[in-house]
């Protein structure tokens, strides 16, 4: 069964490339269904692919040697696994429901420009299960510079509007940033062990030196970082939403910015030998996480909110990843793949159904006219606020408890920064959905529920948020955490985190207890007196985000453009261009001043034999030799 695996990535290829090559000729609705049909049988590939590993484990598949220099081999090999095996589960079948989504939210693009948009989202799919596939770093790299080009088309989709032309080169300069790290790692495990593979790899670890090993861990964070947003690489991800809303949803739910925290995952052998990597991994996750947090409490837009939402829960991932509980962060990418999905697309309905509105102050009181929306949408809000049964509670608590375990500091910082999720996301429930309408007359006029292409999306994404965390429920609740079982063959690097029982219930009823307190504020202030006047003080920063964009634009982005003013206006144009351009003047000049003594007049021609006669005169008698006089200048 395993030999089918080249079938995953390869029928998202054939859609991008019969969508890409047919987008002048094509229907819309035979560009939707080859676009989403793609994606499908990807999954139902991937389905029999899961129950093959779960049955018989794991295997390498070779199709070819992609480097074959005398010793060094890599081979174009895909290792199918527990945690790959499940992630194409996430971006096969979350990917699906964005691209079905996507046939009614985009159905206003021209022809040609709607099979554009479905042939970069199958490309984009395409490049997330090649990373994910991958049986050695090479190919990891190849699907991840892939996933970072497909993100540059589809936030600048619409390449008409400047702005978010700047937003898509923002995202693809940040991460070519951290593709520096990746690749200067893969590089330093070709020095040291000459072998990218990933068995090999983590066989012959031992061998490494703390330093080498805390040097390509490293490395490899800054990749995950400029990938998965987290400080200072973080500013792409919010500035992402130029994009088309289901991009969005692809973005932050199952493609590009998981491939940090499975880059980590996947290496995590590697990063458990250095503790100085996992701490700083801990932290950066932390810190981000709570930053985040800060910022998206007061934004406006609908969709940025859910964007800084996204930077945070990546932290918290990151948290679980530095405190060695990899299963806690690959489950939170799995459920946070459901609910941030799921809101997203909701986000979409509503601005869908509001003509393009994305400011939460004009709307209001939508809950009566988007009823699937609303309820689907609510059911989200209190996923991602980790409210149980929910799934994000399972993945999220099981996080904070490896954390408590670690430093009861993490564990009290991340408690902070959950309860700052549960505000914003209801915050923006109360003000988007509750109360009355705030919007104009003609959007009330127009309000209506979103088509069934939209809505069944929707509702299945809710319900994967519901029962999504079924999987990993802890013994402690009477459970056997499923997921872990599954994928402890693969992170068998997974620390052991000892809590007492007694412990654990009551560090799991303190954060459920501040989310719900969280939640219940949020809903009573902003349902009714939703927050209309412009922020002052501290609010006003935070709605600026706190200013690290202007701050990156004027230590990072100024000089550098004067850097390159100087080079261009001094260096090239005054130096190297004047020089080039000053020689063939010359030349260009001498030439015709020369040919002026090929006149074809008589006189000048006797004029230049007599010249010529007293030169060799005055040689002859200085005894000169011209072959002398050659020799002594050349």
Known sequence: ?????????????????????????????????????????????????????????ASVVTAFNFINIDTFKIGFAFQVDQLSSLFLLIITGIGFLIHVYSTAYMHEEKSEHFARYFAYLN????????????????????????????????????????????????????????????????????????????????????????????AITLLLFVGAMGKSAQIPLYTWLPDAMAGPTPVSALIHAATMVTAGIYMIARSNVLYSMSEVTMNLVAIIGLATALLSATIAIKQNDIKKVLAYSTVSQLGYMFLGLGVGAYTGAVFHVMTHAFFKALLFLGAGSVIHAMHHEQDIRNMGGLKKKLPITHATFLLG??????????????????????????????????????????????????????????????????????????????????????????VGIPEILGGHHELHQYLSKVLISEKAHHIEHSTEYMLMAISVAIAALA????????????????ATGIAKAMENKWYIDELYDAVIVRPLEAVAVFLKNIIEKSGIDAFVNGVGKFVNYSSRQLRLVQSGQVGNCILIMVLSIVIFILLWFYDISIIRLVDKFF
């Not at 990535?9 to 080859?34: A, E």
């Not at 590089?187 to 080498?212: E, H, M, P, Q, R």
């Not at 009573?524 to 007196?529: A, E, Q, R, W």
């Open 123 to 214: 490309l984009f799919v395409f490049s997330m299960l090649l990373l994910v596939l991958g049986a050695n770093y090479v190919i990891m790299f190849i699907g991840w510079e892939g996933v970072g080009l497909c993100s540059y088309l589809l936030i600048g989709f619409w390449f008409k509007n400047n702005n978010y032309n700047y937003a898509a080169k923002k995202a693809f300069v940040m991460n070519r940033i951290g593709d520096l790290g990746f690749l200067l790692a893969v590089f330093w495990l070709i020095a040291k062990l000459g072998t990218v593979n990933y068995a090999d790899v983590f066989a012959a670890a031992n061998i490494l030196s703390k330093f080498d090993v805390t």
């Open 1 to 57: 069964m395993n030999k089918l695996v080249y079938l995953v990535p390869l029928f998202p290829l054939i859609g991008f490339l019969i969508n890409g090559l047919g987008r002048k000729s094509l229907s819309k609705s035979l560009i939707g269904i080859i676009g989403s049909a793609a994606i499908l049988a990807s999954f139902v590939v991937s389905v029999f692919l899961f129950i093959d590993v779960k049955a018989h484990g």
């Open 381 to 470: 809000c209190i996923a991602i606020a980790g409210i149980p049964p929910f799934s994000g509670f399972f993945s999220k608590d099981e996080i904070l408890a490896a954390a408590y375990a670690h430093n009861p500091i993490y564990w009290g910082l991340g408690v902070a920064g959950a309860a700052m999720t549960a505000f914003y996301m209801f915050r923006l429930y109360a003000t988007t959905f509750l109360g009355t309408f705030r919007g104009t007359h003609d959007q009330e006029h127009h309000l209506h529920e979103s088509p069934k292409a939209m809505t069944i999306p929707l509702i299945i994404l809710s319900i994967l948020s519901v029962l999504g965390g079924l």
């Open 519 to 534: 939640v219940i504020f949020a809903i009573v202030h902003f349902s009714k007196k939703p927050e209309l006047k412009d």
